[in-house]
């Protein structure tokens, strides 16, 4: 190993500009302090150079910026004339003092006589007593004295008109309060050269024409050849920027969009609002499911109802009561069209893959659709009255379970969950069904339900190939992606959580 000459200071002269180098060595000339007006000139850079220098070169521990807060004060208009004619105070005191004491005497000399007495009173320099209806001023010895000497007000203003400093602050401030003296804040700033610095250029500082940013000139003319470049350093300090951006679930909605368009589906949407016939009965639901109790779906009141075509409700109807032409036995009960024609929010987006299969009965199709469903839970740190759902069907020939595993797998697979499980499961439309799991930070969380249409939802549609079919969450997947404990976090418009949250 070579032995390390330099104290190690050889790195950090290689990440310094040429700016940085001149400010360091104008520094090292002037002693090692100067003003940034100083080093303009000694380095012929502009402001904002010398002042960026600087401060990288603070961020380097090559210097340090010293800001001192100065107080310059200027002699007002008001404070002319007190130095002029002298404080009013003083002018009243004096005619009080030569005979007149009366207010209403002295306020017709006096504009400012009000103002005189506060100061007066405040100074102790006169009493004020009631004379024949009249009120009196009466001079104290204090006042009596005060008035033959020079008066401190008038000696600070004096100093500061003449350019020198006010000598008595407390002073200074109160005269800016009367107005004679305006005040003036000024930074100066002093760049000092650290221990560091000085050996950075004790060791000798070679000052070249860098390129710090190549440019389309340099590469034309060639003379990049002859140049040196200026080093990156990917570790130097940045502000954090935090830039607009999509919300982190509209982020990974277009992300899980993507997915599916590249595996070859389209997407469609539907409505939030929809009769319990598209929502439940077509999908085989018995009307007393516990999932249609008032407790678990929100019914619409305006509208009630909506209509239904007859034909399609006859066929539905047949199925829940016997099975129809299905081959099952139905659910054996009377079945309540007017129940089917009341209005729900959408429960899950089954309903919008099941509407696509009635009006495309003939295979083959791959959708999907990304939207909100509406149930009434109450709300807690996992579960929300709206929430998302992903859903998505392949109708062909020979569709088959093995393909809906690989389909779900290489789904999850692609949002980066490795790991599924499929566990067998109950919807009242698919058979067989299963209920998908993904392994994250070793557990396993469940994700939605999937399965293969019952023939009972896909024969009165007209369907006769296999209908794969799954409706999964999105909040979950959120949640785990984005390291959350509580769902609502999602919907809190957290400033704080929504500039951090990750680019997935
Ligand atoms: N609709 C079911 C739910 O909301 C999920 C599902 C969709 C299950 C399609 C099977 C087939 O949980």
């Known amino acids: 190993m070579e032995a390390n000459t330099s104290d190690g200071t050889d790195d950090l002269v290689e990440t310094l500009s040429t700016a940085e180098k001149k400010v360091l060595l104008a520094l090292d000339e002037r002693g090692g302090r100067a003003s940034p007006d100083e080093l303009m000139e000694a380095t012929d850079l502009e402001q904002v150079k010398v002042m960026n220098a600087s401060s990288w070169l603070q961020s380097k521990g090559l210097a340090a910026m ?13 404070g002319q004339r007190f130095l002029q004619e002298g404080l009013p105070e003083v ?29 007066l009173m405040r100074k102790g320099w006169c009493t004020i007593d009631k004379k024949e209806g009249d009120r009196v001023l009466t001079p104290t010895e204090k ?8 008066q401190p007000e008038v000696m600070v203003l004096r100093r500061i008109a003449k350019g020198e400093a006010p000598g008595d602050p407390d002073m200074a401030e109160t005269l800016v309060q009367r107005n004679a003296l305006s005040e003036n804040e ?45 080093r ?43 009769p319990c016939f598209w929502d439940m009965d077509v999908l085989f639901i018995p009307q007393d499911h516990p999932a249609r109790d008032m407790q678990d779906t929100f019914y619409c009141s305006n509208p009630d109802t909506l209509p239904i075509d007859d034909e399609l409700l006859e066929i539905v109807k047949m199925v829940h009561e016997t099975g129809g032409d299905t081959g099952s036995t139905g659910w054996q009960y009377d079945f309540d069209s007017e ?8 429960t899950h987006t089954t309903v919008n893959t099941i509407r696509y299969l009635a009006e495309h009965p003939e295979p083959p199709a791959k959708v999907f659709s990304i939207g909100r469903v509406f149930r009434r839970e109450t709300i807690d740190s996992t579960h929300l009255p709206e ?35 499929l566990r067998p499961a109950y919807y009242p439309y698919t058979e067989p069904s299963m209920d998908v799991e993904v392994r994250w930070h070793g557990r396993w969380m469940e994700l ?24 999964l969450g999105l909040e979950r997947i959120a949640m785990e992606l984005y390291g959350l404990h509580d769902i609502r976090q999602l919907y809190l418009s957290d400033i704080e959580w929504l500039r951090n949250a990750p680019m997935l």
Do not use: C
């Open 143 to 150: 006042g009596e004295k005060a008035v033959e000497g020079e």
């Open 448 to 471: 939605g339900g999937s399965g293969i249409f019952r023939p009972e939802v896909t024969e009165p549609l007209g369907v006769t190939e296999p209908v794969l079919a799954w409706g």
């Open 186 to 230: 000024e930074i100066t700033r002093t760049v000092i050269l650290s221990d560091t610095g000085k050996d950075v250029v004790k060791q000798g500082l070679e000052i070249s024409e860098e390129i710090a940013q190549l440019t389309p000139e340099h590469i034309q003319s060639g003379s990049w050849r002859e140049r040196s470049f200026r």
């Open 232 to 274: 990156y350093d990917v570790t130097s300090f940045a502000p954090v920027v935090h830039p607009g951006k999509r919300h982190p679930l509209s982020r990974l909605i277009e992300r899980v969009r993507r997915i599916f368009v590249e595996m070859g589906f389209q997407e469609i949407t539907g409505g939030y609002v929809e």
């Open 66 to 78: 010293e800001e001192d807060l100065e107080s310059s004060y200027q002699v007002t208009g008001e």
């Open 339 to 346: 129940q089917a024609r009341r209005v729900v929010l959408r």
């Open 91 to 119: 002018q009243v005191l004096e005619l009080v003092m030569d005979g007149t004491h009366r207010f209403s005497e002295l306020r017709k000399q006096r504009d400012d006589l009000d103002i005189a007495i506060g100061w």
């Open 387 to 421: 929430f998302y759902q992903i859903e998505g069907i392949v109708h062909e020939e020979q569709a088959n379970f093995r393909q809906l595993i690989g389909l779900l797998t290489e789904f999850y697979k692609k949002l980066g969950f490795d790991d599924i499980r």
